[in-house]
């Protein structure tokens, strides 16, 4: 394997023991735990940490270790109210310049969400979440706003599964499910409305804790 692809695939695995919160939230760990967990060896995982950085997901500290970023409400408030701009954009795009060869991926992505949903297995249902909302921004052709909306996303995913997580995995399957349909239709308006809802449902959440 190329070092770009282990750097890719070691970014991978960093970022789903992050979003299903087996690295800890506001934790720090030494390189060599995470190699540990991880099964990474030193020089990919040393560049997906970089990127992880980066992207303000994690902090190195010189002589200290990694911190895994906290879970701020007032944070995530901030960030569900920038995404909700940036997936707007990139669904009312997506819905206008999709193919029909796109749209047969998207409902392929679809039946693989039903079946991780039907199989109660939220780690997968959250990858297939992922590589739909990359598809999707794909088909939307605007590259600055789906690299600027990437690690919101997995923000996003991670505040999901420790606030709702299982008890509301049918539940967020059926609006995803509402969401998929609306842009394989093309309706722009019933996309955005949807996505608009998705993203609601989660700053409630956090004003609740908040009391917003």
């Not at 299903?20 to 030193?42: N, Q």
């Not at 310049?97 to 047969?104: C, G, L």
Request: charged fraction near 30%; hydrophobic fraction near 40%.
């Amino acid at each position: 394997m190329s070092k770009n692809n282990l750097s890719s695939k070691a970014y991978k695995i960093l970022e789903e023991l992050i979003v299903t919160v087996k690295l800890k939230p506001g934790k720090t760990y030494s390189e060599k735990e995470l190699m540990a967990l991880s099964d990474i060896s030193r020089t990919p995982l040393r560049e997906a940490l970089l990127k992880l950085s980066n992207e303000t997901i994690i902090n190195i500290i010189p002589r200290s270790g990694i911190k895994i970023s906290d879970i701020n409400m007032s944070n995530q408030l901030s960030i569900l109210e920038t995404r909700k701009v940036l997936d707007n954009l990139l669904i009312s795009r997506a819905t206008r310049y999709i193919t029909s060869s796109e749209k047969d991926r998207i409902l392929e992505l679809k039946q693989c969400m039903q079946m991780a949903t039907d199989n109660k297995d939220i780690e997968e249902f959250l990858k297939i979440d992922k590589q739909l909302d990359q598809f999707i921004f794909e088909c939307a052709r605007n590259e600055f706003a789906s690299n600027a909306t990437a690690p919101l996303h997995i923000r996003s995913r991670r505040f999901w599964f420790f606030f709702k997580g299982i008890d509301d995995l049918e539940n967020c399957a059926a609006i995803h499910m509402k969401l998929i349909d609306a842009v394989l239709a093309s309706n722009e308006k019933e996309a955005v409305r949807i996505s608009t809802e998705i993203i609601d449902s989660l700053i409630n959440v956090v004003k609740k804790y908040i009391n917003i």
